[in-house]
């Protein structure tokens, strides 16, 4: 009996490169973060996360980040942990 399989999922080209650069930084494969997701499913019993429809202000907010709109910087972590404190 075969101890793996072998699955295919397509999936857009930008979205696959934006998450193999995060994979990849992280030190982890695609098939390892597939094989991850695979096990929280079954240790969740379902998704591991929650799924929702986004709200009107949420979908304005990321269209607006899309655009680089509204974006509020800081220099640093120290600045960022300075501000969230106050």
Known sequence: MATSTTIQARIDVDTK???KGILDT??????EAVFVYF???VMQR???FEIKVPNDITIETFEKTDAGEDL???SGLDELKAELKS
Not at 26 to 31: A, D, E, Q, T
């Open 17 to 19: 490169r934006q998450a």
């Open 26 to 31: 992280l030190g982890i494969s695609m098939s």
């Open 39 to 41: 096990k929280q499913i």
């Open 46 to 48: 379902g998704i591991p």
């Open 72 to 74: 509020h910087r800081v």
